[in-house]
């Protein structure tokens, strides 16, 4: 696959994208798959133009959240101390934090886990299966700007980046065994990545205009009749 920046031209007619870096505003033409647009001034990348976008989006999000359910119902972890066996799941971080009268941690540990990745991860579904089926609203441009706000707050991976440093401490002290929770956690947050990697606000904004407009045209030759 070919990658190139595409070139910037200025019409009027094309629509405006705001660079985040230097704030410049500049004119974008409809991109090739596999092509970006950089910015002139500072060089930063304005959009990408994925191949099946919203295809991808929907099989990415809807297998995330699988494996999010599948890591919630089996054990995560199972620790065996002189003879001692005990399994550990998912939710048990935030149980025992409760359990303990650590209400604050206990709280932030179940939305770093499990309430705000599933949030994020069912907008983007839904986001892409009403692109799908061509049923895009005004509001789904809002939906658009809150699944960016969630994508900035959730942090699954480096939560399980710190369970993984901490598995590695813990077993120079006790046999660690991974169970089927861990590896769909594991696949889970694969899975969210790749979706939001083809999270490109221009080019989805772009499809919602595009599928608004196609259900306008094809409500007026019904009112004209």
Known sequence: MSKSDSAISPP????????????????LGQLPDNHKASCPRCGH????????????????????LLCLA???????????????????????????????????????????????????????????????IGQAKNSTIRLLRAISFIGFWNMCEIYFLGILVSMVKIASLAHISFGIAFYSYAFFVLFLFAAYMHFDKYQLSQLIKKSISTQQNKVLPNDLA
């Open 70 to 132: 599948i890591s919630t119902i089996f054990g995560f972890v199972e620790m065996s101390v002189q003879g001692q066996e005990r399994q550990v799941s998912l939710l048990d971080t935030s149980s025992r934090l409760a359990q303990n009268n650590d209400w604050i941690l206990a709280a932030i540990s179940l939305l770093v886990l499990i309430v705000i990745p599933s949030i994020f991860a069912a907008l983007l579904a839904y986001l892409s299966f009403s692109l799908k």
């Open 12 to 27: 009027s007619s094309m629509p405006l994208i705001l660079c985040e870096h230097c704030s410049i505003a500049v004119t």
């Open 45 to 64: 990348v304005l959009t990408r133009a994925y191949p099946n976008i919203v295809d991808r989006m929907l099989i990415f999000s809807i297998s995330a």
